[in-house]
């Protein structure tokens, strides 16, 4: 991996429906790469997203059998309905909005069939929003976990739900940009939600709104 600057080179986790955070650095970034082989790491976006829902700011926490082992290898759990129950989140929090008519059938379709692994079922809803938004964009993925990698902005654990801040002056500038909201009146902005949000209200005009003029 070359030196880079402007975070021409980003090494990212993996992330179930990833916040407007991970998409910035992803649509700015050069070369995108993928972290395969890291050891699971609980609370994390690996696994969980946040949407705004007619109740307040909701997390959406996918259940998984190995929590111990590498992120390759995590499995899905499906002793609980939580396809039927986020489904039902997203839809209640979203159907109101003016794009979601246009995408839902594209997003029901991750609660309709069950996908074994958590990192393939991320990976093919990242692809999804890269063919909502026209994004074209190649995917480099690990062949080995490494602590530290030079050359490369690490962004494994700066994108996590437990830092509140943006991990920089720049993505806090575009972030923190405001986008009509269904229950923006009843709750007030929410930054930095999942892409989901800021697909169903903004629509193709997402690509604009992440972008750093």
Same mark, same amino acid.
């Given at each position: 991996?070359e030196k880079?600057?402007?975070?021409?080179?980003?090494?990212?986790?993996?992330?179930?429906? *990833?916040s407007?955070? !991970?998409f910035?650095?992803?649509l700015k970034?050069?070369?995108?790469?993928?972290?395969k082989?890291?050891?699971y790491e609980?609370q994390?976006y690996?696994?969980?997203?946040?949407i705004l829902s007619?109740n307040?700011?909701?997390?959406l926490?996918? *259940?998984?059998?190995?929590?111990c082992?590498?992120?390759?290898?995590?499995?899905?759990?499906?002793?609980e309905k939580w396809?039927q129950?986020?489904?039902?989140?997203?839809?209640?929090? !979203?159907?109101?909005t003016?794009?979601?008519?246009?995408?839902?059938?594209?997003?029901r379709?991750?609660?309709?069939e *069950?996908?074994e692994?958590?990192l393939?079922y991320?990976?093919?809803q990242l692809?999804?929003?890269?063919?909502?938004?026209?994004?074209?964009?190649?995917?480099?993925?690990?062949?080995?976990?490494?602590?530290?990698?030079?050359?490369?902005?690490d962004?494994?654990?700066?994108?996590? *739900?437990k830092h509140s801040?943006?991990?920089?002056e720049n993505?806090?500038?575009?972030?923190?940009?405001?986008y009509?909201?269904?229950?923006?009146?009843?709750?007030?902005?929410?930054?930095?939600l999942?892409i989901l949000?800021l697909?169903?209200?903004?629509?193709?005009?997402?690509i604009?709104?992440?972008e750093?003029?």
């Open positions: 991996m880079s600057n402007s975070h021409e080179n980003i090494l990212l986790s993996t992330a179930y429906w *990833p407007l955070e !991970y910035y650095y992803l970034a050069k070369n995108v790469h993928i972290e082989y890291e050891h609980k994390s690996r696994n969980r997203c946040r007619a307040g700011p909701l997390e926490i996918i *259940p998984v059998e190995k929590k082992t590498s992120i390759s290898d995590v499995r899905i759990s499906y002793k396809q129950n986020h489904w039902r989140a997203i839809e209640s929090a !979203y159907r109101n003016a794009y979601f008519e246009f995408f839902e059938e594209e997003v379709k991750f609660y309709m *069950p996908e692994f958590l393939d991320n990976l093919k692809q999804t929003i890269f063919h909502i938004l026209r994004i074209k964009k190649e995917l480099h993925f690990t062949n080995e976990y490494k602590k530290e990698y030079s050359g490369i902005t962004l494994r654990e700066r994108i996590h *739900p801040g943006f991990s920089s993505a806090e500038l575009i972030l923190n940009r405001r009509y909201q269904v229950f923006e009146e009843k709750f007030g902005f929410h930054k930095n999942s949000d697909i169903f209200h903004q629509g193709l005009r997402t604009e709104y992440l750093d003029h």
